[in-house]
């Protein structure tokens, strides 16, 4: 079993958060804003270290620390991507504040909602407004559009793309997830060309609500309705393992239609947090939710609700490493909120 402490909450910035991200080694808490701007917060301190993006106007929907194996060079630490409505992926060197590079032409992109590194941090992914586009983050060129389906099982999306994430595991840097408007889940495998070449079809997407286990077992996936909000999916076959239920049975509250759900970095992800709306504006919650682990088919009792937030509307959330126990919720009322997720004491 799990508790949760308050750990911080910051300022409210002037608009929407869109986005939260934490780096690797969890000392500083990267956030999109609903008005372009990306706050970076350091995580010892609670106070912001600096603001990237500051004459940008359109919403910053997505931001991703590329991944920092133990022995990478200096030159590929501290860089963080986000993904823009105008369009583009922005590249920035956190450390000094530097932009280094901008993503795609906005007269093809259109808008961008989500973006991720593959695992290896060789590739960026970001998903518009049907498409998902490739990049080389060494070469600076875009490599693929993807889109469209094998014609045998899928077809690929065909709306607005809101959440795009890649295989956690280095051995499977070429494979990628992504859903959105169209109630699917398009499967990419970036070796096999430009075409999706399977899909889950159900979960209706409007957000960062897509995740892949750590061991790479199960795909969990948040809707934005009223019933089966949550899913646990098999990756090797798209079979839907389980609903976990938002509420207790009986329970006579408005639904909550989700934006963000995400596992914890765990290898078969114990925790689950996720968040949404509830109707009304700034009436929503998020909950940590414990008894998931992915492939555990053993039903609904096992699952606990270590901790809810209520009344506000919850756009986002991540976890950090499983040893600082972090998680960030970020709000459409402008300001993220911090716990820490610790094991109850024995006897608890």
């Given at each position: 079993?799990?508790?949760?402490?308050?750990?911080?909450?910051?300022?409210?910035?002037?608009?929407?958060?869109?986005?939260?991200?934490?780096?690797?080694?969890?000392?500083?808490?990267?956030?999109?804003?609903?008005?372009?701007?990306?706050?970076?917060?350091?995580?010892?301190?609670?106070?912001?270290?600096?603001?990237?993006?500051?004459?940008?106007?359109?919403?910053?929907?997505?931001?991703?620390?590329?991944?920092?194996?133990?022995?990478?060079?200096?030159?590929?630490?501290?860089?963080?991507?986000?993904?823009?409505?105008?369009?583009?992926?922005?590249?920035?060197?956190?450390?000094?504040?530097?932009?280094?590079?901008?993503?795609?032409?906005?007269?093809?992109?259109?808008?961008?909602?989500?973006?991720?590194?593959?695992?290896?941090?060789?590739?960026?992914?970001?998903?518009?407004?049907?498409?998902?586009?490739?990049?080389?983050?060494?070469?600076?060129?875009?490599?693929?559009?993807?889109?469209?389906?094998?014609?045998?099982?899928?077809?690929?999306?065909?709306?607005?793309?809101?959440?795009?994430?890649?295989?956690?595991?280095?051995?499977?840097?070429?494979?990628?997830?992504?859903?959105?408007?169209?109630?699917?889940?398009?499967?990419?495998?970036?070796?096999?060309?430009?075409?999706?070449?399977?899909?889950?079809?159900?979960?209706?997407?409007?957000?960062?609500?897509?995740?892949?286990?750590?061991?790479?077992?199960?795909?969990?996936?948040?809707?934005?309705?009223?019933?089966?909000?949550?899913?646990?999916?098999?990756?090797?076959?798209g079979k839907r393992l389980e609903v976990i239920p938002w509420r207790r049975e009986g329970i006579q509250e408005p639904p909550c239609l989700l934006y963000s759900a995400c596992f914890s970095k765990a290898p078969r992800g114990p925790?689950?947090?996720?968040?949404?709306?509830?109707?009304?504006?700034?009436?929503?919650?998020?909950?940590?939710?414990?008894?998931?682990?992915?492939?555990?088919?053993?039903?609904?009792?096992?699952q606990r609700c270590a901790g809810t937030f209520t009344k506000f509307t919850c756009l986002s959330t991540s976890f950090a490493s499983e040893n600082s126990g972090l998680v960030a919720f970020g709000g459409s009322d402008g300001r993220?909120?911090?716990?820490?997720?610790?094991?109850?004491?024995?006897?608890?």
């Open positions: 079993m799990w508790v949760l402490e308050p750990a911080f909450a910051t300022e409210a910035v002037d608009s929407e958060v869109f986005s939260v991200q934490f780096n690797a080694n969890d000392t500083l808490l990267a956030t999109g804003c609903g008005r372009g701007t990306i706050c970076i917060y350091n995580v010892s301190t609670h106070q912001e270290s600096c603001r990237l993006n500051r004459t940008g106007t359109s919403p910053m929907k997505e931001v991703r620390w590329r991944p920092e194996p133990a022995d990478a060079p200096a030159r590929t630490r501290g860089l963080l991507v986000g993904a823009s409505t105008d369009g583009l992926v922005r590249q920035w060197h956190v450390p000094s504040s530097r932009l280094l590079h901008e993503f795609g032409n906005a007269e093809e992109t259109g808008q961008l909602f989500c973006v991720d590194y593959t695992s290896d941090g060789a590739h960026i992914v970001a998903g518009g407004m049907q498409e998902l586009w490739v990049f080389d983050e060494e070469t600076k060129k875009q490599t693929a559009v993807l889109k469209g389906g094998d014609s045998l099982t899928t077809s690929g999306h065909s709306s607005r793309v809101f959440a795009v994430r890649c295989h956690p595991s280095l051995d499977q840097p070429a494979l990628v997830l992504s859903s959105g408007w169209d109630s699917s889940v398009q499967f990419w495998d970036l070796r096999a060309g430009a075409t999706a070449v399977r899909a889950i079809f159900g979960p209706h997407v409007c957000g960062g609500a897509i995740d892949i286990s750590r061991d790479g077992s199960t795909v969990l996936t948040g809707s934005w309705r009223a019933e089966d909000q949550l899913e646990l999916w098999d990756f090797a076959s925790l689950i947090a996720a968040g949404g709306s509830c109707g009304s504006a700034h009436t929503g919650e998020a909950k940590i939710i414990e008894g998931c682990c992915p492939g555990d088919t053993t039903g609904s009792e096992k993220t909120r911090v716990l820490r997720a610790v094991p109850a004491a024995a006897g608890a």
